[in-house]
Structures are given as C-alpha cells and as structure tokens.
C-alpha cells in the first residue's frame, strides 16, 4: 500500500514539474542516454531504486536536482521516488521512516533541519541504507550516520562574490546584507563574503544587516527600509536569488539606479535579473552537478567503492554570457 | 490619513479607535526621534506602500470577523492568483488584460465556493478557509511547478511599481479607493446593517428575516476579489509570480483587525480601526528596519505592541481608561 502511495507520489510530483518546465534540456540528453544505458545494462544487470528526500519541491533549486535524479534513473532504468515534507520536519521524519521500510538501495535526503533527522536517519541505518546528504549537511553530531555530504561550497561562492565586490569598489563602500541565520549554508555564504572582501574589508561599512528569509516578498519591505535609513547606499548583497530579487525590486521602487546587486544561486530568475541589468554579480550554486555527483556516488556505494566523506563542488561566477548560454536553467 | 478618510464621522471614528489611534501617535513620536528619515515622505509614501497589501486583505477579514467567521485562505489566494496571472502572461502568452481578468476572476470564484459552502453546509469558516488554504496553495504549485515566473512587460509591473502625479504609488491609491469603498459599504448601505446584525446575533438576524446565506456568500465572495487583487498587485512589485508567497499573510490581515479593535467574537468592529491597526503594524516593521533592529527582536517588539494595544482596547470598554463607546 505504500509503495503504491508512494509511488502515486512520485509520479504527481513528476507530472506537476513537467507542467512547469520546458523541453529545451531533453534533446541533447537522450543521445547520451542510448550509450549508457547499453554499458550499464551489460556490466550490471541489477537496477537499483533511489529515493530523494529533499526539504521541499516548491523551489526550483530542488526541483531542478529532483528532475536530474529523475533523468538519471530513467536512462538507467533504476525506480525512483521523491518524497515532499513541505519543510515541516515532522513529516520529513515519517518519510524517512517509510523510506527505511521501502528498503530502498540508496537514499538523498536534503534535512528540513540539519539538527533534526537524527531519529529518521537511525532507522535508515539499521536497515542497512545508505544515506547521501546532499546541498544542506546534518550537524557534526550525526555525520557519522550518513555515507557523504555532497553541497555546493557555500563558503567559497560567499568569497568569489565578496572579492569581486572589493574589485569593483576599490575605495570600499556602504553596503547592506540580507541573510538568513537559521541556515547553516547561508550562515557560510555570509562568512565567506566578509572574508572575500579581503584587505580592504575595513573600508566597507555595514549599515545594516536583516534576516531576508531567503523569500523575496520578506525581503523587498525591508530592503525599501533599508535604502530609506540608507539613501547614501552602495550595494546589497543578498544569501539567494530570491532575496536579491527583493532587493532589486527594492531599488528600483525608491527610483534609485546606482545600487549594486549581489546575490548567490544564479538560478534561471537570477541569471535573467543579471541580463537586464537588476543583479550586479551573482555566483552560481550548482544544483545539477550535486545531483549528478551524488547519484554517481550511490552507484560507486553499490559496487562496494568508498567515497569521500565531504564532497564540496566549487562555485563559480556567473558572467552575463554563461548566463546567456543556460538562460532558463540551473547548472 | 485621518481627515481623508471621515469627513463628517471624524470625530465619531477618532472616538472609536482611541486605542489604536494613542499607540500609532505614540510610535511615530518615539520613531520620530529615534530615525531622522522616519518622518520623510519619502519614507511615509514607503510604508504605506508597505501596508497597502495588508490592507487589501485585512478590509476583507473586518467582514468575515464581524460576521462570527473568519478567512484563512487569503495568503494561498495571493500566491495563486499572483502565480496564475503572471503565468497567462509569460507562460500561456495571454494579453495582459485578459490575464488579469482571469486572475481576478478565479480568485472571486473560489471566494464564492468558500462562501457557499459555509452558509448552505452550515460549516464552520475555519474549516472551510483551512481547506481552501491547502487548495488554492495546491493550485499555484501545480500550475507553476513551484518555480516562480519572472515578468519584466512594463504594462503590467506598473500596476505594482507606478506612481501617481509621480508622487503616490498605485498600491497607495488602490488602498484608499478600496477603504472608501469599504467605509461607505459597511456604514451607508443595507448590505452594512446585516453584516453587523448577523455577527451581533445570528438567531435574531434570521427571526427578522435577514437573508443571512446571501449576506455571507456576499463576504468571502468580497474576500475572494481583494485577495486576487493583491495577488496581482504584489506580484507586479515583485516582477514575479511566486507561488510560495503568502506564508502568514491571514495573519497579520487579522492581527490588523483586531489591533483596530474588532472583537473576535463578531457583531463589533469598523474598517477605520483596521486601517489603523494595518499601519501600526506596518510602522512597526519600517521603525524597527530604520533602527536596523534584529528581526528576532522585532517579532517579540511586534508581539508585545499587539499585547498592549489589544490590552488598552479592551480596557476602555470597562469605563476605566477610556469612555465606554458604541461601535
């Protein structure tokens, strides 16, 4: 009856992301599918079934890993479901429960909340599956639970942005940041930025930091405020597209023109605000890839291969002609 | 704000809402001082575009509570609304007319079904709204993928981010258009007179022949149109449509309500009150941001100033602060 469910789930969830998204990435792929189909059917005849738990669906950076896990379990003929908990931990809880029952071969959770699935990842565990921590790792504390932690460099993509801040402001600035403490990756991207700035970080001035929430109809009124206490502001920098979104829209209601936008995500919003001119820099997270990476290593996993405990891929920033060439997609 | 509302009733609304009215003075005395830009008209022009979505939906909930009910559906209703607009725009190439139309439209008619259902199943409003919430949220998920639609056709992110005379943002203009609307609705028409009879006593309402289910469908229908509105309206300012947007906005619709002294029991309340109670929840928000406040503090900041207004509201009803008035 579950599985039925579940499966049932799987198969919603696939026909609304369909509705959303286009058919501009399926071309290319099915060619490299017939290959590798063919060398995976013949050097092992097993097809294996793959869940992922991710925090939510209503988010295409979730959406666009949820639709490569699907891709790639298609072309290899392996059974895959996506779990939704809607960000509420405690259904996130019970799917790991049901997922340990399903006896899946692997599973990719992405935590509603890093300190929260201790319990669901034990029974994952004791049944024997192997947990891939993707984009939002578990606390310290229970590592020792999940096989790896495949993200993006949080840290890295908060210093490529701060170093091309400094580039672009030699003589510092007057700037603002919208973050969202409650998450430990955007809690990265901010250390990051301050630590990007390098040498010349004192001549940058603070003049306010706010709680954005990562959402864009939180973010707009308070950075509205910010620029009314600020009107002498040079630049925000936001912890997502979103919030960066806010902020541009932001500027654009005070009729302000020369306030610089950085953001981290360059996700297909991001990459068209940084073509018309709203974004100033953003860095790219790397949605795909991880999924790419994590389902590689699942199958690694299968096949008796250890993995590295911590796989950060690198970001990167994303100039206007990338941002051309994958307009509409994540990377 | 205050004069241009009442003309003849000033002194009948200043009564009723001295509550609401002494905390908004009191705040925009202490803010006054404490930020320089806090009384710019920039900065006033900017908290009022702030408010204005609240405001859209909070002038609704003022029915809906009076009446004994109550709307939780309002946030889901934005973010569908905002979504399917901008959808039929970019993704279904509509013209824009059209598409707002529909907008509007669909956001009436699930207004309409929340209102039949409660007044000919006899459901009690929370239930209903609480369903529709997950419905009309389901819908722009659904439609949307859950991925947001950016929109940069000018025509239709002016009705969010357009001025008037260059001076008065549209949202601005909306809000007052619409809170006329509502005073003169629920004041000078017959259609006012049986929403307060029914949430005053519903038994008597019917006994004097009160089409009480038309009064009812007549509300959350009401409901419906404002939240399409504002899903519209916000979705312009943000030159997106965003499913995930909405998150708590029945909320603060119906923290205005009651700051602006509307009794949850139903029966007692005026949309003067909730418009009071929208911008003191808005300065808040914008005093604190000038002050570059933690937004953890302001929750408990908001919180306590609710506390006390809601407080100073009740007490002059016992005689003891304030003169006892009439609603």
């Known amino acids: 009856m579950k599985k039925v469910l579940g499966l049932l789930l799987g198969v919603s969830m696939i026909a609304a992301s369909l509705i959303g998204c286009g058919s501009n990435q399926t071309k290319e792929t099915t060619e490299t599918t017939e290959t590798e189909k063919v060398t995976e059917t013949t050097s092992d005849e097993k097809a294996y079934s793959f869940a992922f738990l991710p925090n939510t669906q209503n988010n295409t950076f979730q959406a666009a890993m949820n639709d490569t896990f699907k891709k790639l379990c298609d ?75 495949i993200a993006t460099d949080a840290y890295n993509a908060g210093t490529l942005v701060g170093a091309e801040m400094a580039k672009i402001y030699p003589d510092g600035a007057k700037i603002a940041i919208l973050d969202f403490p409650s998450n430990e990756s955007c809690i990265n991207r901010v250390a990051g930025f301050l630590d990007g700035l390098g040498e010349d970080k004192d001549k940058f001035e603070i003049v306010a930091q706010q709680d954005g929430a990562a959402a864009l109809d939180v973010s707009m009124p308070i950075a509205e405020d910010i620029l009314q206490a600020n009107p002498d502001l040079d630049a925000f920098f936001c912890i997502n597209d979103p919030s960066a979104m806010g902020a541009a829209a932001a500027i654009k209601a005070a009729g302000k023109e020369n306030v610089g ?50 796989i950060l891929l690198p970001s990167f920033i994303v100039t206007k002609e990338m941002a051309e060439e994958t307009a509409g997609q994540w990377q | ?94 013209p824009m007319w059209i598409a707002v139309v529909l907008g509007i439209l669909i956001g009436t008619l699930f207004g309409l079904a929340t209102g039949l259902i409660v007044a000919y199943f006899r459901l009690p409003a929370f239930i209903v709204t609480m369903a529709m919430m997950n419905i009309t949220k389901g819908v722009a998920y659904i439609y949307s993928g859950g991925r947001s639609t950016r929109i ?66 007549t ?93 100073i509201d009740t007490q002059k009803g016992r005689g003891n602060l304030f003169k006892k008035v009439s609603k």
């Open chain 2, 1 to 94: 704000m205050n004069s241009r509302l009442s003309n003849g009733v000033a002194g009948k609304m200043l009564k009723g809402n001295i509550g609401i009215i002494s905390v908004l003075l009191l705040l925009c005395i202490i803010l006054s001082f404490t930020s320089p830009v806090f009384l710019t008209a920039d900065n006033i022009m900017s908290v009022l575009r702030q408010v204005s979505n609240n405001v859209y939906l909070a002038l609704g909930m003022t029915l809906a509570i009076i009446i004994g009910g109550i709307d939780l559906s309002v946030g889901s209703i934005v973010a569908m609304c905002g979504t399917l607009t901008v959808g039929f725009i970019v993704t279904n190439n509509l």
């Open chain 1, 261 to 310: 936008v950085y953001s981290i995500d360059a996700s297909p919003d991001g990459k068209a605000a940084l073509l018309d001119g709203s974004f100033t820099c953003v860095a790219a997270q790397v949605p795909i890839k991880i999924a790419e990476k994590a389902f590689e290593s699942a199958i690694a996993l299968k096949e008796g291969k250890t993995i590295e405990k911590e």
């Open chain 2, 219 to 311: 509300v959350y229908t009401l409901i419906g149109l404002l939240s399409a509105f504002a899903g519209i309206v916000l979705s312009a300012r943000m030159y997106s449509g965003q499913p995930s947007v909405g998150e708590g906005y029945e909320l603060d619709a119906i923290a205005s309500c009651v700051l602006g002294g509307v009794s949850m029991s139903g029966g007692i309340g005026n949309i003067s009150g909730t418009v009071f109670g929208a911008i003191v929840l808005g300065i808040i928000s914008n005093g604190l941001n000038l002050m570059g406040v933690s937004s953890f503090w302001q929750l408990v900041v908001k919180g306590l100033i609710i506390l006390v207004a809601v407080i």
């Open chain 1, 75 to 149: 072309e290899n003929g392996y059974d895959y479901v996506c779990l939704d908990p809607d960000y509420d931990l405690n259904k996130q809880l019970s799917q790991l429960a049901d997922a340990a029952n399903q006896g899946f071969d692997a599973v990719f959770v992405i935590p509603v909340d890093s300190a929260g699935i201790r319990q669901g990842l034990e029974q994952l565990n004791e049944k024997g599956i192997p947990v891939l921590n993707v984009d939002t790792p578990v606390i310290k504390e229970d590592l020792d639970l999940v096989e790896t932690v």
């Open chain 2, 152 to 217: 940069m056709d000018e025509a239709f992110t002016s009705i969010g981010t357009g001025k008037l005379f260059g001076i008065v943002p549209f949202p601005v203009v909306y809000m007052i258009i619409l809170i006329i609307i509502f005073v003169v609705l629920l004041n000078k028409t017959k259609f006012g007179t049986y929403v307060y009879a029914l949430g005053g006593n519903r038994e008597a309402a019917r006994l004097s022949g009160i089409p009480i289910k038309r009064i009812e469908i």
